[in-house]
């Protein structure tokens, strides 16, 4: 394998969706076998394994897996330490309180952050970057909302299902709305060089 080959290898198919879900679904199993508790171990464990997969696969991280895996450590910490479950519940609104800040931020004064996370796996025209930021902003902003909402009124059984099954059939119906935008301000790399 040349040097070229093994900087441009890439996560793809099956082993590319279990290091992304598996943490969260091992997170869910436990809580079921187990208690909040233990399940919180295992998604600490589960993604610092997935990130350090990830690593010395592609030999290249981005930004929100690491501040996902630096807050799941704090605030996973907290309630290890503290015997109290209101801080794991609490990471899922930071982490998109923090995404939908960054984002949002970023699209105010016209710097669409989302192609520094997203730019080497797609290429689009400035006004495409600047929907997508504000997009993904705003659904990161409704995440954490209703995770607010969720978790301090029903129960925690409830909290790890929608976490486990709300969010992630959520994430990918918006996904699928976001595909027309793409489409539209995509730059081919014919086009782009000839520009």
């Keep these: 394998m040349t040097q070229s080959q093994n900087i441009d290898r890439k996560l793809t198919g099956a082993l590319k969706v279990l290091l992304e879900f598996g943490p969260l679904i091992a997170f869910f199993a436990t809580y079921k076998l187990y208690d909040i508790f233990t399940a919180t171990i295992v998604i600490m464990v589960t993604t ?14 981005s930004i929100m897996p690491i501040v996902t895996l630096v807050i799941i450590s704090v605030f996973g910490g907290l309630t ?18 923090l ?23 797609m290429k689009l025209e400035f006004k495409g970057w600047m929907l997508m930021s504000r997009n993904w902003g705003l659904f990161f902003l ?54």
């Design 99 to 121: 995404f939908a800040s960054a984002l949002l931020g970023g699209w105010a004064i016209k710097k669409p952050l989302l192609k520094y996370v997203m730019g080497e796996a």
């Design 142 to 195: 409704v995440v954490a909302i209703a995770n607010e909402i969720v978790w301090r009124n029903l129960s925690t059984d409830t909290w790890v299902t929608y976490k486990t099954f709300g969010i992630l059939p959520f994430t990918f119906i918006f996904m699928m709305t976001q595909i027309p935008i793409m489409q539209k301000y995509m730059i081919e790399d014919d086009i782009s060089k000839t520009k």
């Design 48 to 61: 610092t394994v997935a990130l350090l997969v990830t690593w010395l696969i592609t030999h290249k991280l």
């Design 80 to 97: 290890l330490y503290l015997h109290d479950e209101t801080f794991i519940k609490v990471k899922v609104t930071i982490i998109n309180g």
